[in-house]
């Protein structure tokens, strides 16, 4: 499966916009690019995804690069509720199995 | 009761000890799987069921248990466990083909 690397942890403020890194230069031309958060003790929870055009949802909005070996989660109006766990994640299409990292801890301060 | 819970949410257990998890799915998906989260470590996939039958176990000791009785229901039997099996135990379910999971609040399980 390929890697995928993420910041250990970000620091945001209440309000502001955040802008979540991951990297992921082995990418293959199959690998969509997923999303998830894990709120304190509670299980992950589904935030985005995408191929290779950037996607918007309620939640968030995702930008991937040009070349794909990258892309961005952002979160337009960080609250208290963001304080999170983001994970990247690269899924194969014909595969359902997401392959964890460590991701990154994002604080939002008041 | 909605989306996908979890039973019990905390299990203190003694290594001779037999008990059983039990993750229901309330959303109609033909995926369910259960995954492991240590203290300080990824998320691990622990089994996968597809339409009721197991299509991944990624080297689980045996003393780990799943059965799947139909797509709604989903167990892990637990027997003999070891100290270094104490972690959180998370359920999750999926409709294929579509990716996303859904999560339950997962169960905390000690082994003393």
């Known amino acids: 499966d390929a890697k995928t690397t993420q910041p250990n942890s970000m620091e945001s403020n209440e309000e502001e916009p955040v802008h979540l890194p991951c990297n992921h230069s082995?990418?293959?031309?199959?690998?969509?690019i997923h999303w998830y958060r894990q709120l304190p003790s509670q299980g992950p929870e589904y935030v985005i995804h995408?191929?290779?055009s950037n996607v918007n949802n309620r939640m968030a909005s995702l930008a991937i690069a040009e070349d794909r070996k990258s892309s961005t989660l952002i979160l337009h109006r960080a609250t208290l509720r963001d304080a999170a766990v983001y994970y990247c994640i690269l899924r194969d299409r014909s595969q359902g199995n997401l392959i964890f990292g460590k991701g990154t801890k994002l604080s939002v301060k008041p | 009761e909605t989306g996908v819970t979890q039973t019990p949410r905390h299990l203190v257990m003694g290594m001779t000890n037999k008990k059983s998890l039990k993750c229901e799915q309330h959303l109609g998906h033909n995926a369910m799987y259960w995954y492991k989260q240590s203290a300080k470590k990824p998320l691990e996939l622990m089994f996968v069921y597809s339409l009721e039958e197991r299509v991944e176990n990624n080297s689980v000791p045996s003393r780990f248990s799943p059965e799947c009785p139909n797509s709604s229901h989903l167990f892990l039997h637990l027997h003999t466990l070891q100290p270094e099996d104490s972690a959180l135990y998370l359920c999750a379910s999926s409709q294929d083909p579509f990716p996303e999971q859904f999560f339950g609040p997962g169960t905390r399980l000690t082994v003393l």
């Open positions: 082995t990418i293959s031309g199959t690998d969509y």
């Open positions: 995408g191929l290779t």
